[in-house]
Every structure is written in structure tokens, then in C-alpha cells.
């Protein structure tokens, strides 16, 4: 079964500083991954996916993510973070059969801090 | 603009009460999801639709049962059976073919 491991529940990080969120998963097919940000109440927004080609993607808000296939990993980095980026972070991988697509398998998310 | 509805924000219930929660999308996607959130234990899927007038089990379906009647709609009830159903749900949808998901704004359920 498909599983997506963030192992950092929280992180602190000055403003101005630059940012690596990791995620690690499994998945026995080739991976479809998404990294969301979740601002409290509210629903997700897509930062960015990878889904094959050149393994650095960029997001919206000046998000980027690397797919390293030998480890495994999808770390999303910024490299100088706003107070406004302070919120939670998933990772996710998506899982298809025949029939469509069967939904996102959701790591536990990283809560990020912006200090001053 | 195109995206997806949930409705309403907050809702409160007493314990062993049935509950509907409704979700719907104009994006004219194929398929739906629900999923539930818990302070720390991310989003875990409770039920998913592909075409209308079927659905399949997520890893939590326990205690929720889902219709899709409509592409536009896919509810989501709560029933008495839940044993934990204080928490923050989620619906999606996707279309196949650009492997997107979009999610909605959320439900806030809380019984009392």
C-alpha cells in the first residue's frame, strides 16, 4: 500500500530564511506527488505536482520541489520565506486503477512557524 | 468561476443524530472525494466516486455513507454510527486526464 511519511511536525524558521520541507513515500508504481498548503479553517491549495520530465518543478509563491526517485523523496524548499508562508504543509501521492483516479494518500503534515 | 462548494462551514449536532454534508462542483470533473481531517493526523479518505451512480470505500468508510446521483453532487452523511465524527471534511474532485485535484473549504462538525 501507498504511504507518505513528513517527518517534521513542526518547523521554525526566521523570516528571510530559506526553507526544505521533506517528504518521503511509497508507492510501488511510478509516482503522481503534490505538495498543498492548508491556512487554518480553510481547504488546500495546490503549491505543486510532479508527475514526470524534469524531476525540479516550480510552484506558485516561489515553492519549488525535487523528485529524487533513489530516495525516494519530495522536499519542497523556498529560498527565503514571508510570514504569510506560515501555515500547514501535505504532501501527497495519488494512486490510479483502471477506472480513474482513486484519490490522494496524505502524509501528516508539517506545521511551519515564521518567526519575526 | 468554476470550484467546489461545501456547505455549510459549521455544523453542530447532537450525538447520535444523523448528518448530511453537502459538497458540489462545477467543474464538470468525473470524480469526487471525501476526505477527513484530524489535528494531527493529516487527511484520511472516507469515500470516493468515479462516475455517477457508484462509489468504493475509502480507509475510514465506517459510520459515513455517500450518494452521486448527480456529477455535480456528492453528499456526505454521518450517521449515528460514526464513533469519533467531530472533525474538519473535506471534499475533492479530479479529472483524470490532467491528474488535478481541487479541493473545497471545508466542514466544520462538531457533536455535542
Known amino acids: 500500500a501507498q504511504s507518505v511519511t513528513q517527518p517534521d511536525i513542526h518547523i521554525t524558521v526566521s523570516e528571510g530564511a530559506s526553507l526544505e520541507l521533506r517528504c518521503n513515500y511509497s508507492?510501488?508504481?511510478?509516482?503522481?506527488l503534490f505538495w498543498y498548503v492548508q491556512s487554518p479553517g480553510q481547504g488546500l491549495q495546490l503549491l505543486l505536482k510532479y508527475f514526470s520530465g524534469d524531476t525540479l518543478v516550480q510552484g506558485i509563491k516561489g515553492f519549488e520541489a525535487e523528485f529524487k526517485r533513489s530516495q525516494s523523496s519530495f522536499n519542497l524548499r523556498k529560498p527565503s520565506v514571508h510570514w504569510s508562508d506560515a501555515a500547514e504543509y501535505f504532501c501527497a501521492v495519488a494512486t490510479y486503477s483502471g477506472g480513474g483516479a482513486d484519490g490522494l494518500t496524505f502524509g501528516k503534515g508539517t506545521h511551519l512557524i515564521i518567526q519575526p | 468561476d468554476g470550484g467546489i462548494t461545501q456547505s455549510p462551514k459549521y455544523l453542530f449536532r447532537k450525538e447520535g443524530q444523523n448528518v448530511t454534508l453537502s459538497c458540489e462542483q462545477n467543474l464538470n470533473h468525473d470524480a469526487m472525494y471525501w476526505y477527513r481531517q484530524d489535528p494531527g493526523q493529516g487527511l484520511r479518505l472516507i469515500y470516493y466516486s468515479q462516475i455517477v451512480n457508484d462509489f468504493q470505500k475509502g480507509d475510514i468508510a465506517e459510520g459515513y455513507s455517500v450518494s452521486r446521483e448527480k456529477k455535480e453532487s456528492f453528499p456526505l452523511t454521518v450517521t449515528s454510527a460514526q464513533k469519533n465524527p467531530t472533525a474538519f471534511y473535506l471534499c475533492?474532485?479530479?479529472?483524470?486526464?490532467?491528474?488535478?485535484?481541487?479541493f473545497g473549504s471545508g466542514t466544520r462538525l462538531t457533536v455535542v
Open positions: 475533492a474532485s479530479s479529472i483524470f486526464q490532467n491528474y488535478g485535484y481541487t
Open positions: 508507492y510501488g508504481a511510478t509516482p503522481y
